[in-house]
């Protein structure tokens, strides 16, 4: 089994303890098939992790590797492991973007909870203690983007608003950053940090002098039971001691921070006892990090060995889903005979459920994540640290978003006098370019390939990609994008109207007004009478502004309003539909009131939209997953309904956002052949 993490230093060396432990238990009880397990060692700290990753796929008899210990190195080395058939467990990476990237491939796999499902407990936790206004402080880093991704959606199911939101990069920027979050009075203040104690410190001194502070909640502080949080010396410092054997915890703390009552906090669960005191027996050095995930990890893999072995005929990823989500019966115990007597089943054939350090080792359905976190909610009180449970139940979206979206209004009267029919015209376009926007060009060449399907001529729709991602270095399919891997490729057949420069902010709102030609030919030739689509895909800011080009440039939603309500005034529509893939979307939604419009957006207002379908072997995002469920729902052959129904089951299949929907004056319960081309054809 290969070992791809730190394993040396003071985050190191508790997982190199925990990783030897379950190795050494496992032998204990006779190994795997009366083989033992070797474990195969490469730390991260001290070499380049794909010349590592590349060893590891060389040798043949290694078909399971632990780590790596972040999300970014997972994304980093997946496509050698999946290509070469190999199963990653990490103990540590605990970003939600390895869930929505690599679930039900088999490939990736981890012990740890994932932070997204994290931030569901800590809105419970909240909630239940009568929390009605958030605001958000993080790290800037992968770590802290999932929650500033997240939090916001899990606010919106739990009814608690979301007042403001920051990052911030050095402990010096926090001060300035908790001032402009406090102006708007939260109930909470999340805190969400890089595990350094100095960054709690310099948050709770921010809060010392204000009158009638929020509350704070801490993810995974560094907390005694007295609630002090301490500092440690630099890593240079704890390394000299690790090296010199004199290194204790408790010696080389320096200063510590008292954490006020009434702090909500989510840490681990504490350790099994007997697990505390077999670590303890061999450990040499700190008891915290992440070592029960990393035992754990061991444990995993061994099942997915033993599998293989027992079926060879089968891939590792194949013996991995099988073994890790299908258990079934008692939960074997976590002993030397408890782990050898789950490995001789699963060599039998069968597939017993083994009990970890972390509790039993089920996985979801589609693999990846754990099927039960492992978790635990604490509160200050009077001092101390206190349990503070809360039950775990795995939450679905609820109709509270849909409800705000239909702003739970009646449709319209019918017009007396309907729009007579007339031509279809639509607008596509992509914002953005750069290698890591390759979704927002595959998604818009993709909505673009669905009406030309429909049967609506080029001359009618306008097309609006940088066009850089075919002929970028890093594409390894020149001349070619992808919305499925390997399957769906949306380039080659399009004719873009506008590409490179010339996809730029007045451009595009020219179109819009009538103003944006070739050799003096508007664009777009639509009428009074007109049906129009208006598709955008981009980044978003918060506030609601799109991203043009390298981000220097945006479209205010107060911008995209007044256009629309130009083409309103000069005749050129009769009904239009803009759908709006972007961060913080649902501010446009609101914003616009044109009669005639409806707006179907990716995500609320406070809220972020996400990437879906992760390719490892171009290692990006093929799209976002509004855009990617709305495409699949549009092309069901046996999905023919009006708008209302098509925003329904857009809003319940996307995962991880709230999409949105507003109207003027005109009804969502059009066809959706009206707005999408389709059958209709409005020039019979």
Same mark, same amino acid.
């Not at 970003?95 to 499902?117: F, K, L, P, Q």
């Not at 035992?295 to 599998?307: I, P, S």
């Given at each position: 089994?290969?070992?791809?993490?730190?394993?040396?230093?003071?985050?190191?060396?508790?997982?190199?303890?925990?990783?030897?432990?379950?190795?050494?238990?496992?032998?204990?009880?006779?190994?795997?098939?009366?083989?033992?397990?070797?474990?195969?060692?490469?730390?991260?700290?001290?070499?380049?992790?794909?010349?590592?990753?590349?060893?590891?796929?060389?040798?043949?008899?290694?078909?399971?590797?632990?780590?790596?210990?972040?999300?970014?190195?997972?994304?980093?080395?997946?496509?050698?492991?999946?290509?070469?058939?190999?199963?990653?467990?990490?103990?540590?990476?605990?970003?939600?973007?390895?869930?929505?990237?690599?679930?039900?491939?088999?490939?990736?796999?981890?012990?740890?909870?994932?932070?997204?499902?994290?931030?569901?407990?800590?809105?419970?936790?909240?909630?239940?203690?009568?929390?009605?206004?958030?605001?958000?402080?993080?790290?800037?880093?992968?770590?802290?983007?999932?929650?500033?991704?997240?939090?916001?959606?899990?606010?919106? @199911?739990?009814?608690? !608003?979301?007042?403001?939101?920051? &990052?911030?990069?050095?402990?010096? *920027?926090?001060? =300035? $950053? /908790?001032?402009?979050?406090?102006?708007?009075?939260?109930?909470?203040?999340?805190?969400?940090?890089?595990?350094?104690?100095?960054?709690?410190?310099?948050?709770?001194?921010?809060?010392?002098?204000?009158?009638?502070?929020?509350?704070?909640?801490?993810?995974?502080?560094?907390?005694?039971?007295?609630?002090?949080?301490?500092?440690?010396?630099?890593?240079?410092?704890?390394?000299?001691?690790?090296?010199?054997?004199?290194?204790?915890?408790?010696?080389?703390?320096?200063?510590?921070?008292?954490?006020?009552?009434?702090?909500?906090?989510?840490?681990?669960?504490?350790?099994?006892?007997?697990?505390? @005191?077999?670590?303890? !027996?061999?450990?040499?050095?700190? &008891?915290?990090?992440?070592?029960? *995930?990393?035992? =754990? $990890? /061991?444990?995993?893999?061994?099942?997915?060995?033993?599998?293989?072995?027992?079926?060879?005929?089968?891939?590792?990823?194949?013996?991995?889903?099988?073994?890790?989500?299908?258990?079934?019966?008692?939960?074997?115990?976590?002993?030397?005979?408890?782990?050898?007597?789950?490995?001789?089943?699963?060599?039998?054939?069968?597939?017993?459920?083994?009990?970890?350090?972390?509790?039993?080792?089920?996985?979801?359905?589609?693999?990846?994540?754990?099927?039960?976190?492992?978790?635990?909610?604490?509160?200050?009180?009077?001092?101390?640290?206190?349990?503070?449970?809360?039950?775990?139940?795995?939450?679905?979206?609820?109709?509270?978003?849909?409800?705000?979206?239909?702003?739970?209004?009646?449709?319209?009267?019918?017009?007396?006098?309907?729009?007579?029919?007339?031509?279809?015209?639509?607008?596509?376009?992509?914002?953005?370019?750069?290698?890591?926007?390759?979704?927002?060009?595959?998604?818009?060449?993709?909505?673009?390939?669905?009406?030309?399907?429909?049967?609506?001529?080029?001359?009618?729709?306008?097309?609006?990609?940088?066009?850089?991602?075919?002929?970028?270095?890093?594409?390894?399919?020149?001349?070619?994008?992808?919305?499925?891997?390997?399957?769906?490729?949306?380039?080659?057949?399009?004719?873009?109207?506008?590409?490179?420069?010339?996809?730029?902010?007045?451009?595009?709102?020219?179109?819009?007004?009538?103003?944006?030609?070739?050799?003096?030919?508007?664009?777009?030739?639509?009428?009074?009478?007109?049906?129009?689509?208006?598709?955008?895909?981009?980044?978003?800011?918060?506030?609601?502004?799109?991203?043009?080009?390298?981000?220097?440039?945006?479209?205010?939603?107060?911008?995209?309003?007044?256009?629309?309500?130009?083409?309103?005034?000069?005749?050129?529509?009769?009904?239009?539909?803009?759908?709006?893939?972007?961060?913080?979307?649902?501010?446009?939604?609101?914003?616009?009131?044109?009669?005639?419009?409806?707006?179907?957006?990716?995500?609320?207002?406070?809220?972020?939209?996400?990437?879906?379908?992760?390719?490892?072997?171009?290692?990006?995002?093929?799209?976002?997953?509004?855009?990617?469920?709305?495409?699949?729902?549009?092309?069901?052959?046996?999905?023919?309904?009006?708008?209302?129904?098509?925003?329904?089951?857009?809003?319940?299949?996307?995962?991880?956002?709230?999409?949105?929907?507003?109207?003027?004056?005109?009804?969502?319960?059009?066809?959706?052949?009206?707005?999408?081309?389709?059958?209709?054809?409005?020039?019979?």
């Amino acid at each position: 089994m290969g070992v791809l993490l730190p394993l040396s230093g003071p985050e190191g060396q508790p997982l190199y303890d925990a990783i030897t432990l379950a190795r050494d238990q496992i032998n204990a009880g006779g190994g795997i098939g009366g083989r033992p397990l070797e474990l195969i060692l490469r730390d991260t700290r001290l070499g380049d992790i794909m010349t590592y990753a590349d060893y590891f796929v060389r040798d043949p008899r290694i078909r399971v590797v632990i780590g790596p210990y972040t999300s970014d190195e997972v994304f980093q080395v997946s496509e050698i492991f999946i290509k070469n058939h190999r199963v990653l467990i990490s103990p540590t990476a605990s970003s939600d973007e390895m869930y929505r990237a690599y679930a039900g491939t088999g490939g990736v796999w981890r012990t740890i909870t994932n932070d997204g499902e994290t931030t569901a407990v800590m809105m419970q936790h909240i909630k239940a203690h009568d929390g009605k206004y958030v605001s958000i402080l993080t790290i800037n880093s992968s770590y802290g983007e999932t929650f500033y991704d997240w939090i916001p959606y899990w606010a919106i @199911e739990q009814g608690i !608003a979301v007042t403001g939101a920051e &990052t911030y990069n050095t402990t010096e *920027e926090i001060p =300035d $950053a /908790v001032g402009r979050l406090l102006t708007d009075n939260p109930d909470f203040l999340i805190f969400i940090h890089s595990g350094e104690g100095s960054e709690i410190r310099e948050v709770i001194s921010s809060l010392k002098n204000v009158p009638s502070p929020p509350k704070l909640y801490l993810v995974y502080p560094d907390i005694d039971s007295d609630s002090r949080v301490w500092e440690r010396a630099d890593s240079e410092t704890l390394q000299a001691l690790l090296d010199s054997g004199l290194w204790k915890i408790d010696t080389v703390s320096t200063v510590s921070t008292k954490v006020p009552d009434d702090t909500l906090i989510l840490m681990q669960k504490p350790w099994d006892l007997q697990f505390s @005191e077999e670590y303890q !027996a061999i450990a040499h050095g700190d &008891t915290s990090g992440y070592v029960p *995930e990393a035992y =754990d $990890a /061991v444990l995993a893999g061994a099942q997915v060995m033993a599998r293989f072995m027992a079926f060879p005929d089968i891939s590792p990823k194949t013996a991995a889903m099988t073994v890790l989500t299908k258990g079934t019966g008692d939960s074997i115990p976590r002993t030397v005979q408890g782990i050898q007597a789950a490995l001789d089943e699963i060599l039998a054939g069968d597939i017993p459920i083994l009990t970890g350090a972390t509790g039993p080792l089920t996985f979801r359905e589609e693999g990846t994540d754990r099927l039960i976190p492992w978790y635990e909610t604490y509160q200050i009180q009077e001092g101390m640290v206190r349990e503070d449970p809360i039950a775990y139940t795995r939450t679905t979206k609820s109709d509270v978003g849909l409800l705000l979206g239909l702003n739970e209004s009646p449709d319209p009267a019918p017009d007396p006098t309907p729009h007579p029919p007339g031509e279809f015209w639509a607008v596509i376009g992509s914002l953005s370019h750069n290698w890591e926007n390759y979704r927002h060009q595959a998604d818009a060449l993709t909505m673009y390939q669905y009406i030309r399907d429909q049967g609506v001529p080029d001359d009618h729709i306008t097309l609006l990609v940088y066009d850089d991602i075919p002929t970028d270095t890093r594409n390894k399919k020149p001349g070619e994008v992808y919305h499925t891997p390997s399957v769906e490729e949306v380039r080659k057949d399009a004719i873009p109207d506008l590409t490179g420069e010339l996809v730029n902010k007045g451009m595009f709102l020219d179109i819009l007004t009538g103003k944006g030609s070739q050799a003096g030919d508007p664009l777009l030739k639509s009428d009074e009478n007109s049906t129009v689509l208006i598709y955008l895909s981009s980044h978003g800011q918060p506030g609601g502004d799109i991203v043009v080009g390298d981000g220097s440039k945006y479209i205010s939603p107060k911008e995209l309003a007044d256009a629309l309500t130009e083409m309103k005034e000069s005749g050129r529509f009769g009904q239009l539909l803009l759908v709006l893939e972007s961060c913080f979307s649902g501010v446009i939604a609101s914003e616009i009131t044109t009669p005639g419009v409806v707006i179907i957006t990716a995500a609320a207002p406070d809220e972020t939209s996400k990437a879906a379908t992760y390719d490892s072997e171009l290692s990006n995002w093929l799209s976002d997953e509004f855009t990617s469920r709305l495409i699949t729902i549009l092309r069901e052959p046996e999905f023919d309904g009006s708008i209302r129904h098509l925003y329904q089951n857009v809003y319940y299949n996307v995962r991880s956002s709230h999409p949105t929907i507003s109207r003027g004056c005109e009804s969502i319960d059009l066809p959706l052949t009206l707005f999408f081309g389709g059958t209709y054809d409005a020039s019979e």
